[in-house]
């Protein structure tokens, strides 16, 4: 196994788990897709959390970043093992970045190289990118990344879920790619039911979300930094896009020392304030 496949195999700064954790984790399935699987019970996501009657007062929990913190929650509302699928009630209130998260971290303490991917699922709706993530885990017989829509699995958006085919989940850098080569609308990505995250600034701010993620450093989906805020108010140019191409030129071809330098950019680095 190469060396920047290896790297993903251990956890990382959002994606530890502390020794009680560990223990708590045990009964998981052995399979990739399995361990992904035990996610979908234990987040809910905020609209279902209302719906359920979580009270306002928990919806700050989606705005949790590290995993052992995550999961901390879910022991304080139910120490039941991790296999064990929480009612809604007893769910983290989290996003798809939560349910990829918590893959990721179940993944690299067995270690199972795993990573998350920040971009744009296709399949929500035709000629559209909707803002998600997604995990990778690699292969070791087919020797690839493997793409799991951790959230949805077995609810039939496309035939496998569980290995979804090229163009079916974007990363950032590659509908960014599509959309400077004219093969996609930019104004048909960005985020449900917001009126502001539509478009090309909404690309490029995933294509930087998806370097950081590849970099151990898997943000919010909210979380705006370098020139996020400037590329919505429409006061990035050239220069800007130009750094995007690079970066998602880079992220496409799974170079670690590459990526390393890369995050290094002033523009790209996620300032240390927001790593907590």
Request: hydrophobic share 40%; net charge negative; with cysteine.
């Amino acid at each position: 196994m190469a060396d920047d496949v290896l790297s993903y195999s251990q956890p990382g700064r959002f994606t530890s788990l502390d020794a009680m954790q560990l223990e708590l984790i045990e009964g998981l399935p052995d399979d990739p897709v399995g361990i992904c699987g035990v996610a979908q019970g234990l987040v809910i996501q905020p609209h279902d959390a209302a719906a359920s009657g979580i009270g306002d007062d928990r919806l700050a929990e989606k705005d949790i970043r590290p995993a052992n913190k995550l999961i901390a929650v879910l022991t304080e509302l139910d120490p039941s093992p991790l296999h064990h699928a929480r009612t809604p009630d007893r769910r983290v209130v989290g996003t798809c970045r939560h349910f990829t998260m918590l893959a990721c971290a179940f993944l690299r303490a067995r270690g199972i190289p795993a990573r998350a991917r920040c971009g744009f699922g296709t399949y929500f709706r035709e000629g559209h990118g909707f803002d998600h993530w997604i995990t990778e885990y690699w292969d070791t017989d087919d020797r690839r990344w493997v793409r799991v829509d951790t959230e949805h699995l077995g609810k039939g958006y496309v035939d496998h879920l569980e290995d979804l085919a090229p163009g079916e989940f974007l990363t950032g850098g590659e509908a960014w790619t599509r959309y400077r080569a004219g093969l996609v609308d930019g104004q048909r990505f960005g985020v449900p039911g917001t009126d502001h995250a539509w478009g090309p600034a909404e690309i490029s701010a995933n294509a930087v979300r998806d370097l950081a993620a590849l970099c151990n450093r898997e943000m919010l989906p909210w979380d705006e930094w370098g020139r996020m805020t400037a590329a919505f108010e429409g006061k990035t140019g050239h220069d800007y896009d130009q750094l995007i191409d690079t970066l998602a030129d880079t992220c496409g071809k799974d170079d670690a020392q590459a990526l390393a330098v890369l995050f290094s950019h002033e523009d790209l680095a996620v300032p240390d304030h927001m790593l907590r």
